[in-house]
C-alpha cells in the first residue's frame, strides 16, 4: 500500500469518528447492523422498505428479528427513520429516513466520494 492509499484510510478513519458523534447520523453508526439497516432503509427511500423486507435482507448471524425491530423504533424515536402504511395493506409498515436523515446520508455518501476518488 502507498502513502496515498493510506492517507485515504485515515481520512476515512477521521471521517468515521466525526458522524459518529454528529446530528442524527450518529445513530446509523452505532452497530453494524444499525448502518445495515440505515443504508437498507436508504436504498429503498422511494417507495420505503417493510421490517419483512429488512428481515430478509439481512442475515440472521448478524441480527435477529427483535434487534432489527429495535433499532427500526430507536431510529424513528431518534428522527432518523419515518414509518408509514403501504396504500395497498394498511398492515405493512414502510420505513423511510426523515429529511435530515436523507440529507446525512447525502453527505455521507458525498464525503466517501472525495475521499476514495482523490
Not at 108 to 113: C, E, G, S, Y
Amino acid at each position: 500500500m502507498d502513502k496515498d492509499e493510506g492517507k485515504k484510510f485515515l481520512a476515512f478513519y477521521k471521517d468515521m469518528q466525526h458522524y459518529s458523534i454528529i446530528g442524527s447520523f450518529k445513530f446509523a453508526y452505532q452497530s453494524k447492523t444499525h448502518w445495515m439497516v440505515s443504508c437498507l432503509v436508504a436504498g429503498n427511500q422511494v417507495d420505503g422498505i417493510s421490517y419483512e423486507d429488512i428481515c430478509g435482507e439481512i442475515a440472521k448471524k448478524f441480527s435477529s428479528r427483535s434487534t432489527l425491530q429495535r433499532i427500526l423504533d430507536n431510529g424513528i424515536a431518534d428522527d432518523f427513520f419515518l414509518k408509514s402504511p403501504l396504500d395497498s395493506d394498511k398492515r405493512v409498515q414502510l420505513y423511510r429516513l426523515t429529511e435530515d436523515g436523507e440529507k446525512q446520508m447525502e453527505a455521507w455518501v458525498k464525503r466517501q466520494t472525495e475521499i476514495f476518488t482523490k
